[in-house]
């Protein structure tokens, strides 16, 4: 195969993708649109409600985010030289997933009692970007674990999962935090 038919599959094989992570985010809001949502909270573990639950796990699912951003930009050598020390990269691989299992609880909660809310911007957008990280999520698993994939594949999804982490974070726990205070 030539560099350039190599090229094209690896950029095709991306499109697929990103098109079945659309696919994730699209159920997703599909769901949350037919869903009647129950108005009921699920757990509140040491909180006193669950919407304090939700806001501070969203916060140290952005913190750990954060430092899946620091900790790729190190080991594909682009803060000072070298790739990191080698316990580098188990440590990123646990803290994605760590923020991949505290986020779990807060998005079902999300869509179970919930639902996908239009009825304000503000929920609307966070509506909108907690299906879209979903989304961008499983294009990052994907992209990943493939090969041949252009060079600019991973960073781009992880930088969108990245941006839409924020989004989430900003028009949910920022919001309860400005409004509320810091509640437990």
């Known amino acids: 195969m030539t560099v350039e038919a190599e090229r094209r599959s690896g950029t095709g094989r991306f499109a697929l993708i990103l098109a079945l992570?659309?696919?994730?985010?699209?159920?997703?809001?599909?769901y949350g649109s037919v869903h009647d949502p129950t108005g009921r909270s699920l757990v509140t573990l040491f909180f006193t409600?669950?919407?304090?639950?939700?806001?501070?796990?969203?916060?140290?699912?952005?913190?750990?985010?954060?430092?899946?951003?620091?900790g790729a930009l190190k080991l594909y050598g682009k803060l000072g030289k070298g790739s990191g020390p080698p316990w580098l990269g188990i440590a990123h691989r646990t803290s994605g997933t760590l923020a991949f299992l505290l986020?779990?609880?807060?998005?079902?909660?999300?869509?179970?009692?919930?639902?996908?809310?239009?009825?304000?911007?503000?929920?609307?957008?966070?509506?909108?970007?907690?299906?879209?990280?979903?989304?961008?999520f499983?294009?990052?698993?994907?992209?990943?674990?493939?090969?041949?994939?252009?060079r600019w594949a991973l960073p781009t999804i992880g930088g969108l999962l990245f941006t839409g982490l924020t989004v989430v974070w900003l028009t949910s726990a920022l919001w309860f935090f400005?409004?509320?205070?810091?509640?437990?």
Request: aromatic share 6%; glycine share 8%.
């Open 138 to 150: 499983a294009a990052k698993m994907l992209t990943v674990r493939s090969h041949n994939l252009p």
């Open 21 to 30: 992570g659309a696919l994730v985010a699209l159920s997703l809001g599909v």
């Open 103 to 136: 986020a779990i609880p807060v998005a079902y909660h999300c869509l179970w009692a919930l639902g996908f809310n239009p009825s304000e911007p503000r929920t609307l957008i966070h509506s909108l970007a907690g299906c879209f990280v979903f989304g961008a």
């Open 178 to 184: 400005t409004t509320v205070g810091l509640d437990l």
């Open 49 to 70: 409600r669950t919407i304090t639950l939700k806001v501070w796990l969203a916060t140290a699912v952005v913190v750990l985010a954060a430092g899946q951003v620091v």
